[in-house]
């Protein structure tokens, strides 16, 4: 008995159960290694898409674009026109996505311009006149590194409110919001992009409404390439 | 102790090391993390993450940075020569400042049509294909895309470090992340499930997890598509190309060496092998950032952004039947910050691939491993700032994004530190 035990033999009958008990674990229930079929069905809109145009708002009126304008910018920004119509501003599907946007020329409030130029702010920066647009025919494309704008003191610039859902701008939710430069100018109000032959040109991934505007007495409209906000001189 | 009893003690030791054993094995344990594949012509410093020994992961290393040329079936159009000339940041297989150009155009009732790409003066055409490519071997086979085409999105290159562990997710967890998703969000956030086929299991669909629009399931799968879509190689998956103008060389291109492997066989090998992104360890333990990362779950960035998933245990076939996940693989805890679900966050490319049309504006829940390594952000590339990259989220993530909106300054900081650590 003694010699049967001895310590090899042992080693060796201990090494035999652990690849014996090991082989019976894998083998017990191959089908729990499976990864296991899934049937699912036709991938559905997401929550937030919207398939149908905007609805037809009201009206908006003075206080629902003030009321908008705090919401999102808080005291950091003022309107630049406020005369005796009151603030001038346009709304429209300005970025495509089925719901409502304000726009309306703002510049930076008394002694706001550090918040409003602050890297954290709530909102996007951006240069109408820098923005980067795919040039046509070509696929390998390395898209330009840009600095992040600054807005001046005194400066007059495009606010743009991205609407959210049926409600639009006037949507509590509604806060994701550009201040474009070189953009603000004379509203002569807003048409469908498609209206626009260089737009057209352009092959832009989504059909939106572009502002139409007088900039430094020159007629060209402000319009959103599926990214950023671009100027462009209207034809002629 | 008698002599009797000897025997007996030792059946029960030999069963609960056993145990012992199979339990180790089936315990989760962190997936190692890298950056381990420096852009050595030689392959020098390649560390794999123990699928292949490192001696296999530099030769197919080698194999991914080949430079193709006409004579081995590049082209008749294609967007680069190797895969490392945009898999390239801060090393092999990551990413770079690369995008590519996908176009289209949509219907009366407003369904993407894939577009006809006209070559050779418009005597010929690539039909149904969205990827217009940049590159020919000759001027008849230049691309030129027609006006009619009116959708044009930019696409980033993807990093494939540590794809090996994503291929190793369960399609069932993926399936669960997007379950719980309405239930976290008050029902705005919905990630789309998709499956896709694998090419290399003829009849067999799988959760997509790979590109943009999640449009490929496997490696291999993957390895074929790049192949034949960014260099023009085609191989025994991908056997077709997409234009016969100036070529030359019988299809399939892709040949078994002497191993009897393909091309695609090193690629997807190499994928399979890469570690994963590493932290920023010393960022990662300041205050600042680990404060960063609860606000980052706080605010509910983590619902698509997902911190950690688990791969499926070793020894689990997946792919169709096709691949059986090994032990380096198996059972790892890996923290990619994506759901790799298709969700619409107001950046949609309006592209349709394999998700149907409901996922035109939908994209892959971008994961931010080693995303400290870029500073052109987003899938286009075209946010600069990590503001305002979070800041460009819109659609599902509305809710989530005016939580950051809500943050103090000093919160945001902490949460862009965190970011930067990853």
Known sequence: MSRIFSFPVLSAFSMAGIFLVLQACRASNPNARLEKPISSGTPQPSPAASSTPAPRLPPPTQSDVKAALHRVFGDDFTPSFAGAKGIQFVVGDFNGDQSEDPALTVRPAAGKLKEVNDELANWIIQDADKAFIPPSGKAVVTPPKQERPRVESGESV??????????????????????????????????????????????????????????????????????????????? | MTRRKLPLLLCIATLAAACAIVGIAQTATPAPAAFATPLNNDQSGAVSNGFTTNATFSADEAVFMEEEDIAVGLGPVYNARSCVDCHAQPNVGSTSQVTELRVGHTDAAGNFVNPTLTINDGANSIPNRSLANDRAICAQASVNIPGAESV???????????????????????????????????????????QVPVLEAPGQVRAGRFGWKNQQASLLSFSADAYVNEQGVTSRLQPTESTTLCDTVADPEDHNDAAGLADIDHFARFMRATQAPPVDATLAATADAKAGATLFNQIGCNICHVTSITTSPAGTVINGGAFTVPAALGSKIIHPYSDFLLHNVGTGDGIVQNGGQATANQMRTMPLWGGRTRDRLMHDLLSFTRNDAILRHAGEATGVINNYRALSTTQKNQLITFLQSL
């Open chain 1, 158 to 236: 495009l606010a743009i409110i991205h609407g959210v859902g049926p409600l639009g701008w006037r949507n509590p939710e509604a806060r994701q919001a550009y201040i474009v430069k070189h953009a603000a100018a004379t509203f002569e109000g807003i048409a469908p992009s498609i209206s626009q032959k260089a737009i057209r040109a352009m092959h832009l991934p989504v059909e939106t409404d572009i502002i139409k505007e007088i900039r430094n007495n020159r007629k060209g409209f402000v319009f959103w390439t599926g990214g950023v906000y671009a100027w462009h001189p209207s034809a002629g």
């Open chain 2, 152 to 194: 044009r999105a930019l696409r980033a290159t993807t990093s494939i470090l540590g794809d090996g562990f994503v291929e190793a997710i369960d399609s069932n967890t993926l399936l669960s992340i997007a379950n719980a998703q309405p239930g976290q969000s008050g029902g705005q956030i919905a990630g789309t499930f998709i």
